[in-house]
Every structure is written in structure tokens, then in C-alpha cells.
């Protein structure tokens, strides 16, 4: 199963540039990449996906190298309001892979 | 356009007994999820539905029934709660479009369960 290793938490101050990396080891052909941030008491909300090399829009930007077994969500100049969880998962055509997630912590 | 909708938010069960969860959705969407967070962990996928009238088994389907007998809803039964089934539930949704990849889940805001 395609399931993804990443940080446990990171902590950052506002305005400051975050970068979480990913390991998917076992990804398959097929499969994307994809980021979701999840509030508490609240489901997970999309961030940002790809296939491979960089993707970037109004919120993040997403590197993904040519072999693929690894991915790096880029935040760029973080606010308190990006404290949350972060998920990296593997999106398979039918469902999603949710691995443990890292708690990101933005201090003032 | 209310996105993906739960019901109930709450609930509190004795071990033994069965409750059905609701999840609506809104956005004519062809498949949808129930997935389960536990304290700590990621979300890990019960059953799923690519249409109405199909279901599937996800990563940990014992104990738990799904249906989909309209497009719009799906719902997720436990037949005799156990409290190892005390958890966050999350429904999600998501079109269908072209290969499917480009395709974000929706997710709705979520059921606590307790199983006392």
C-alpha cells in the first residue's frame, strides 16, 4: 500500500517560508500527489497536487522530483492562520491515502 | 449549495447498539467516501462508492455497512457498536471527470461517535 512518511510537526514564526517534505516510496505509475490541511473539528480541506516537477498556485507550490518517491510542499511567508495539519497522500483513480501528517505550529 | 453535508454531528451509543450516519451531498457528485480519524492519525478509509447502487471496502471495513441507494447520499451503518469504533467519521465526495486525477474530495465537517 502507497502509504507516505513525513515530519511529525514543524514549528515556524509568521512570514517565514515552511517546506514539508514527503516520502512515497511505493508510488505507482498512476498515482498523484496530492496535499490537504486540516483544521480542528473540521474535514480536510485540498491544498495543492501534481504529478511530477513543480506545481504552484495561489497558496502553495508543490516540487516533485523525477523519480518521484518524494514530494516538498512549499508555503511561502506563513501566518498564524496556516497552523494546522498537513497531509500528504497518495491519490490513487478511486481514493486517497492518508498517511499521519505533520502538525505545523506558527508562532507570532 | 451546501457542499457535503453530516448527520448527526454528536452521538453517544452503548455498545451493542446500531446507528445509522448520513452523508449529503449537494454538488452531483459520483463517488463518495466515509473515512474514520482516530487521536492523532490520519484519516483511513471504511468504504467507498463510485455511483449510486455500487459500494466498495476500504482500509478497515469490519463492523461497518455502507449504502447508496440515491446518488446523493450515502450512509454508513454500524449493525452493534463497539467502543473501538469510538472515532471522528468523515464523509467526502468528488466528481467525475476526464481520467479522474484532477478530481479534489470534498469533505464534510464530520460525526463524533462515542461507544460507551
Known amino acids: 500500500l502507497a502509504k507516505t512518511t513525513q515530519p511529525i510537526s514543524m514549528d515556524s514564526y509568521e512570514g517565514q517560508e515552511v517546506n514539508i517534505t514527503c516520502s512515497h516510496n511505493?508510488?505507482?505509475?498512476?498515482?498523484?500527489i496530492t496535499w490537504y490541511q486540516q483544521f480542528p473539528s473540521q474535514g480536510p480541506r485540498f491544498i495543492i497536487q501534481?504529478?511530477?516537477t513543480k506545481v504552484t498556485n495561489e497558496v502553495a507550490s508543490l516540487f516533485i522530483p523525477a523519480d518521484r518517491k518524494s514530494s516538498t510542499l512549499s508555503l511561502p511567508r506563513v501566518s498564524l492562520s496556516d497552523t494546522a495539519v498537513y497531509y500528504c497522500?497518495?491519490?490513487?483513480?478511486?481514493?486517497?491515502?492518508f498517511g499521519t501528517g505533520t502538525r505545523l505550529q506558527v508562532f507570532p | 449549495n451546501a457542499g457535503v453535508t453530516q448527520t448527526p454531528k454528536f452521538r453517544v451509543l452503548k455498545t451493542g447498539q446500531s446507528m445509522t450516519l448520513l452523508c449529503a451531498q449537494d454538488?452531483?457528485?459520483?463517488?463518495m467516501y466515509w473515512y474514520r480519524q482516530d487521536p492523532g492519525m490520519g484519516l483511513r478509509l471504511i468504504h467507498y462508492?463510485?455511483?449510486?447502487?455500487?459500494?466498495a471496502k476500504g482500509e478497515v471495513p469490519d463492523g461497518y455497512n455502507v449504502s447508496r441507494l440515491k446518488k446523493q447520499n450515502f450512509l454508513l451503518g454500524l449493525e452493534s457498536a463497539a467502543p473501538s469504533q469510538t472515532s471522528v467519521y468523515f464523509c467526502a465526495s468528488r466528481r467525475l471527470a476526464g481520467a479522474g486525477w484532477e478530481e479534489t474530495q470534498y469533505f464534510g465537517p464530520g460525526t463524533r461517535l462515542l461507544v460507551l
Open positions: 454538488m452531483n457528485h459520483e463517488y
Open positions: 497522500l497518495v491519490k490513487k483513480p478511486d481514493k486517497l491515502i
Open positions: 462508492s463510485v455511483g449510486e447502487g455500487t459500494t
Open positions: 511505493n508510488i505507482a505509475t498512476n498515482d498523484y
Open positions: 501534481g504529478y511530477k
